[in-house]
């Protein structure tokens, strides 16, 4: 297995990178939804795997993300690359200040303040709070990304600014998991008592999990808004969370597993068109029968370079 | 104070429905430490079973005896659905990662869900009007029939199942087990019998939710689980989760707190701040209201 990850990932990588150029429009869509749905899982895999916080509102961060990206481009005429900034800022702050006060409770009940996050959140643009968010219907009629004076109108284009997207995440997720941050992160999800025992401070690091997670599916919100030059409250209701809950648990909250999840979940409906209104009901089957086979995922992520006699079996989370 | 009064009324109303459904829950979680997330559609599941009892099965009469029977039919098939539902997606987990159990719990939740949606479709159907139309006006406060029906038969349901629990021997069974599963088992408790009681109980009170939601609001849909089953589960919370008692107090506090914010604020705010009250709550007073173990960290 370690093996094919070595292997595996540079061919992934290239693989993606001439893709789009084999497809036709309908799957470079599909593809581009792929990536962007892979940043959202990578950003939910930050706080739920990595740091083992119980998150199911991930996609309020995705949404608020899409939302500055239209609000600050339909109202306010930014271009949308300048808009960026602001879309990783914003939902890193609200990720702070909504995760400083919960990030003390036990995982069930942070599970359900964070349903309650999103649903507000869901609720707050359907009501046109403020009047900016358009209500039900969302924003429509967004720009496309310009670089230097030129607008980027095709496909092609709006498919590699997701796909930078997604290297600059699995950068992020490779420098975090050799960093100080990441050992940190993994300790106190495996012992959050022997981890502040020896003096992690273990609410500022999760605190950062989630300030890192929202900044991060706050990018892909922008690069969503870019795809569809439109956003609206339903593609960020809480039964989107759920899925990037699922993926990242049944993925086993490693990379590859990661893509196998997002693929599943995302990319093979569009192949079984015909079977539509069966998916969530065998995705449910599937995520029962993968549970009760690999409870720890499809494919567990190993961390760092430990002896395998030194790790204990033990149970995740509390 | 009209409609002070009257929002009491129907605070009550759907208060005693979140509270049967909440009862599930927290006992589910006073045991097996798991939010059962398909119990609301389990809840959903009862209210088209009961439909279809009472198109196909009854021939769409509605004496006594065919509205009893709908009741005893939907709960008794709820109850098969949560045995069948232990065995199959929890009980293969439990020792495995918390985690791996939530997410068992999310799928079986999209089966149970979708289940319904590939039977009985996606489009809204109607209740029956099991109970007649009659009303009393009280200067101005209306209460209906079905309101009085659904308060009393769940307080009725409600006081039996706290004194199955505190008075009986098979209660104390269930009690031992919540507070330690592998104690339980050292006195001789057959713990497995009683995850497979708790959720006897918890579905077919979840069955008698699921039909009162579908007497009150007429208009059943598919994915309507999801919404009660969250409401439910933060009435749980709010009374203490795992805590029989405290699940009723706050069911009841629940639709009450709804009833008001519909009365005085708008209903289109009704999710917002309930889940503003329940993070309240939660850094206020993480243990709900009568919860008291304190044992386990919050």
């Known amino acids: ?318 | 104070m009209d409609i002070f009064l009257q929002q009491l009324a129907n605070g009550l109303t759907i208060g005693s429905m979140f509270a049967l459904v909440a009862l599930g829950y927290t006992m589910v979680y006073g045991v097996m430490k798991l939010i059962n997330f398909a119990h609301g559609d389990m809840v959903a599941a009862s209210a088209f079973v009961g439909l279809t009892i009472y198109t196909q099965v009854l021939g769409q009469a509605t004496s006594l005896v065919a509205v009893i029977a709908i009741f005893l039919l939907a709960a008794v098939a709820m109850a098969c659905v949560g045995i069948l539902l232990e065995r199959l997606a929890y009980r293969p987990l439990r020792e495995a990662p918390r985690l791996s159990a939530v997410v068992s719990a999310l799928g079986a939740s999209l089966v149970i869900q979708n289940g319904i949606m590939l039977i009985w479709g996606p489009q809204m159907r109607i209740f029956p009007e099991l109970v007649p139309q009659v009303y009393w006006d009280f200067g101005g406060v209306v209460i209906s029939l079905i309101q009085v029906i659904i308060l009393v038969l769940s307080l009725i349901l409600m006081i039996a199942l706290y004194l199955f629990v505190e008075k009986t021997r098979m209660g104390a069974a269930i009690r031992a087990s919540a507070i330690d599963q592998d104690a339980a088992r050292l006195m001789g408790i057959n713990v497995n019998n009683v995850i497979a009681l708790i959720f006897v109980i918890g579905s077919s009170l979840g069955a008698v939710g699921g039909l009162f939601i579908g007497l009150y609001y007429r208009g059943i849909t598919f994915n309507m689980g999801w919404q009660y089953g969250l409401y439910a589960f933060i009435a749980a919370i709010l009374g203490g989760i795992g805590n029989i008692p405290g699940a009723m107090l706050g069911g009841m506090l629940l639709g009450l707190f709804q009833a008001f914010i519909a009365g005085y604020v708008s209903s289109t705010w009704a999710d917002a701040f309930t889940f503003i009250l329940l993070i309240l709550i939660l850094i206020v007073r993480p243990t709900g209201l009568l919860g008291e173990r304190v044992a386990e960290k919050v």
Not at chain 1, 99 to 123: C, E, K, M, S, W
Not at chain 1, 278 to 300: C, D, E, K, N, Y
């Open chain 1, 1 to 318: 297995m370690k093996n094919l990850e070595r292997f595996g990932f540079p061919a992934f990588i290239v693989v993606m990178a001439i893709l789009p150029n084999l497809l036709n429009s309908r799957w470079q869509a599909v593809a581009i939804t792929f990536l962007i749905f892979t940043v959202v899982a990578l950003s939910q895999d930050i706080i739920l795997g990595k740091a083992g916080m119980f998150n199911m509102g991930q996609a309020l961060f995705f949404g608020m993300g899409a939302y500055i990206t239209a609000i600050l481009n339909s109202q306010y005429g930014w271009p949308m690359l300048a808009t960026i900034p602001v879309a990783i800022i914003l939902p890193a702050i609200f990720g702070v200040l909504l995760a400083g006060p919960i990030v003390h409770l036990r995982g069930d009940y942070l599970l359900v303040t964070t349903i309650g996050f999103n649903i507000v959140f869901v609720q707050v643009v359907q009501n046109n709070l403020g009047g900016v968010t358009g209500g039900p219907n969302g924003i429509f009629g967004l720009d496309s990304i310009s670089i230097f004076g030129t607008q980027l109108t095709s496909q092609i284009s709006v498919y590699y600014f997701a796909f930078a997207v997604l290297l600059l995440t699995l950068f992020v997720m490779r420098n975090l998991e050799k960093s100080k941050a990441g050992r940190a992160l993994h300790y106190l999800r495996e012992d959050q008592l022997a981890a502040e025992s020896i003096g992690i401070n273990t609410r500022i690091y999760k605190i950062f999990a989630f300030a890192l997670g929202a900044g991060i599916a706050g990018l892909a919100g922008t690069v969503f808004a870019t795809q569809y030059s439109a956003v609206s409250p339903e593609a960020f209701e809480f039964i989107q969370s759920v899925l990037f809950f699922s993926i990242v648990l049944v993925g086993g909250s490693s990379i590859p597993g990661i893509l196998i999840g997002v693929f599943v979940m995302f990319v093979l409906p569009e192949i079984f068109r015909e079977f539509a209104t069966w998916r969530f009901f065998i995705f449910g089957f599937a995520m029962i029968l993968a549970m009760i086979l690999r409870p720890r995922g499809i494919w567990p992520a190993s961390f760092g370079k430990i002896p395998k006699f030194l790790i204990k079996e033990s149970n995740h989370g509390a």
